[in-house]
């Protein structure tokens, strides 16, 4: 009765809602980040997150957008450092330069905007942590969109995608423009997890979009069958964790990260008994 209760609030209702949603979705970019070796692309996005929050807050904008808007801008920029955005080492580029570059200036015209404008350091810091409750009707659009966007983009080019992430140079002498799907992955696997660190936070981000991907990954004997583990266990710790924040109250980021957590311990050891067994046959 009281979970009932807690749910008749709107922005409670609909923050479950966009977590469970975001746990099915997200993993899907979690795979491709993991695949693509695109995991730098998540340390600039955070330090985007900052440069676009405190942009927003100190125009007056829901912070969304200008996080979005700001993400895009430094995808464009690193793929293009890298020799374009389907370029095989356009984002994949471990200790690149590009990197660490962007990395720096985000955070340094950050700060300039934070003093310059007088805004609150603590208000843009706390766009990093993340708020599931806080969602505006910009951001539950925005959240539509994206996952809309990779909804048909995945339904719509399934082959090439798994062509794609199983050999790139395979799939491009089979004829599929490698280029153009890795562009839309990288674009769409950005803007994830922009929208991530709006829900869960910065620091969080990885229980909805790298933890439930590394399940798939790690018990699935293919390609689409780690799509589908990694988008059951992220449904799963997401309707978890969000109905023990309720329960519990507990912060709901925290939740959710400890019950991917529990369940990426649960497949590795899975996979370690499914390992002897197969050692033993």
Not at 49 to 70: D, R, T
Not at 126 to 131: N, R, T, V
Not at 247 to 269: H, K, M
Request: proline letters at 4%.
């Amino acid at each position: 009765m009281e979970l009932l209760s807690v749910l008749s609030y709107p922005p409670i209702l609909w923050g479950g809602i966009i977590l469970v949603v975001s746990g099915i979705v997200f993993p899907v970019s979690g795979i491709f980040i993991l695949r693509l070796n695109l995991v730098p692309l998540r340390f600039v996005m955070m330090h985007g997150a900052l440069l676009g929050g405190a942009l927003a807050l100190w125009l007056g904008f829901s912070p969304l957008p200008l996080v979005l808007g700001v993400n895009l801008f430094l995808i464009g920029t690193l793929s293009l450092w890298g020799g374009g955005i389907g370029n095989r080492e356009s984002l994949a580029m471990q200790g690149s330069k590009a990197t660490a570059f962007l990395m720096v200036t985000t955070v340094a015209l950050a700060f300039l905007v934070i003093y310059k404008a007088n805004v609150p350091a603590k208000d843009t810091l706390a766009l990093l942590w993340g708020s599931i409750y806080a969602l505006d009707r910009v951001d539950i659009w925005s959240f539509l969109g994206i996952a809309g966007c990779n909804a048909l983009y995945i339904i719509r080019w399934h082959r090439e995608i798994l062509a794609v992430l199983y050999d790139r140079e395979i799939a491009q002498t089979s004829g599929v423009p490698t280029s153009f799907h890795v562009a839309c992955i990288i674009v769409l696997a950005g803007l994830t997890v922009s929208l991530a660190m709006r829900f869960l936070g910065a620091l969080l981000v990885d229980a909805v979009v790298l933890l439930p991907a590394l399940i798939g990954l790690s018990l699935g004997r293919s390609v689409r069958g780690s799509f589908r583990i990694a988008s059951l266990s992220g449904g799963i710790s997401a309707f978890l964790g969000f109905l023990a924040g309720v329960l519990v109250d507990i912060p709901v980021s925290s939740s959710v990260t400890l019950c991917a957590v529990g369940l990426f311990a649960l497949a590795l050891i899975w996979g370690k008994i499914r390992a002897l067994q197969g050692g033993k046959g």
